[in-house]
Each structure stands twice: as C-alpha cells, then as structure tokens.
C-alpha cells in the first residue's frame, strides 16, 4: 500500500480524511491496539503513532506491531525525533518543524533518521510541521516560535515556504490538549495557497462542531488525539467527528 496515494484517495472520495493519533507513552501497547482497533469502528482512515516525549524504542516497536495485529488502515509514525522511528510501521511523516529556532528540528533529526527510513523500507511522506499558539508541549520540546493566532500571514508564508521546498503536506498544530484549534482564517489562508497539496489540522478539536468548521475552511484532514485518550467511548467519539466532517 502507499499510503499518500490511499490517504489523497480517500479525500477525494469522501472529501476528508480522519487521523488518530496515539503517544505510546501514554497507555501500554496492548491498550493501544484497542484504542486503534475501537477508532477503527468509528470510522478513522489511519493512525498516527508518536509523541513529544517517550515514543521510542521497545515500547514504540511493541506499540505499533500490536496496532497493526488489530487494525487494517495505514500506520503512519509521527516521530518528535530521530528515535521516533520504527521498522514496523507502514509510513512516516517526514516532517521539518519550519519554525523552530533549534536546527536540530529541522534537519538533524531528519538526518540521522533518513539512512533507517531508507533501510527499512516504510514510505517516507515529506511535511512542513508548523506549530500554532499555544503550541503546548511538542511547542516547548521543538523550542517553536510560535506563530500567533491572530497572524495568518504568518502561517501562509511557512506554508508557502515548505510548499516550495517540495513538502507534499502541511501540518498546521496548536499542540495537544490545546484549548481552542486552529481558527478557521487561518486554515482558509494556508489552504488557498496549498492548492492540491494536502492540508492536515490538529490540537484543540474535541467534538464534532469544531472538526466541521475546520474541515470547512480548508482542512483536508483533521487529527485527533487528547480526547481519544479521555473518552470512555472511542468508537462514539470518532464516528461523531468522522461524521462531522464527510460528506
């Protein structure tokens, strides 16, 4: 499977596309895999496997291969560095955190991750990572700059940046547990001058509402995690927000 070609597929067909991220950090593998297994049933196309911290090594490698013994859809790494990567995923975010002010979260990391993305064979999917007031702790971790809510422009000419730099995607990220997502100007701004390039929207959106008004400026797909993680019911609360943002 490749999964851009399955991901840009499934936006065409339904118009969005749903991600669920899970920290392995967070729960152990076996509960996970349930985790993955019940957003599954709610209607979620892939699932997303890292964190800022903690998601690396045996736990990452025994997370993501009892993922894949339970579900079907892609898996896809979401590494916050070089020790984010595992062999038994299907694909990785490839991913610059374009306004970082260490260099080593825009390209060092990605350095002396490529040589095992290349030896292991999962499919590598370039991104420009931007991360967006308040940022949270990936924003603490990545030592962002934080681009201002209130500062579209800003977004826009790091979009545009990474756009020409050859990203095939654009993440825009207000961090996990944010309080409120990405406003919808800002995500219309960024996604004019995308084009075809797929636009991926995270942090803050906890309900079906506001996935909605996210998919309806401009976000291609929307990525959950937090509330993942505190719902009783995963199947329920995903299939409200796949619901909410499909055709």
């Known amino acids: ?10 936006v065409k067909q339904d118009g969005k596309a ?12 076996e509960i996970a895999a349930e985790m993955a297994l019940a ?7 892939a699932i997303m496997i890292g964190g800022s911290t903690g998601a690396s090594g045996t736990l990452l490698d025994e ?28 694909a990785v975010f490839f991913m610059s955190l374009l306004n970082s002010r260490d260099i080593n979260y825009i390209i060092t990391n990605q350095v002396l991750g490529a040589p095992m993305v290349y030896r292991s064979g999962i499919e590598p999917i370039s991104m ?9 702790t990936v924003g603490w971790v990545g030592d962002a700059k934080l681009i201002p809510r209130k500062k579209p422009e800003l977004a826009v ?11 095939h995607y654009t993440y825009l ?6 309080d409120a997502p990405i406003n919808p100007e800002m995500i ?3 996604k004019k001058v995308l084009g075809d390039n797929m636009l991926i929207v995270g942090g803050g959106i906890r309900d079906g509402e506001t996935a909605k008004l996210c998919a309806k400026a401009g976000a291609d797909m929307i990525v959950t995690g937090t509330i993942v993680e505190e719902t009783k019911d995963v199947t329920a609360k995903v299939a409200e927000l796949v619901a909410a943002i499909k055709h």
């Open 1 to 10: 499977m490749q999964v851009e070609i399955h991901l840009e597929k499934i």
């Open 18 to 29: 749903h991600l669920t991220l899970i920290d392995p950090a967070s729960q152990t593998p």
């Open 39 to 45: 957003a599954v049933k709610g209607g979620t196309d």
């Open 63 to 90: 997370t993501v291969m009892k993922i894949k013994e339970k579900v079907d859809v892609p898996t896809i790494l979401f590494p916050g560095n070089s020790a984010g990567l595992s062999s038994y995923a299907d």
């Open 128 to 136: 420009a990572y931007l991360l967006v007031e308040p940022g949270g």
């Open 157 to 167: 000419a790091y979009a545009l940046a990474g756009k020409y730099f050859g990203m």
């Open 173 to 178: 990220e207000a961090g996990s547990g944010a």
């Open 188 to 190: 219309g701004a960024v």
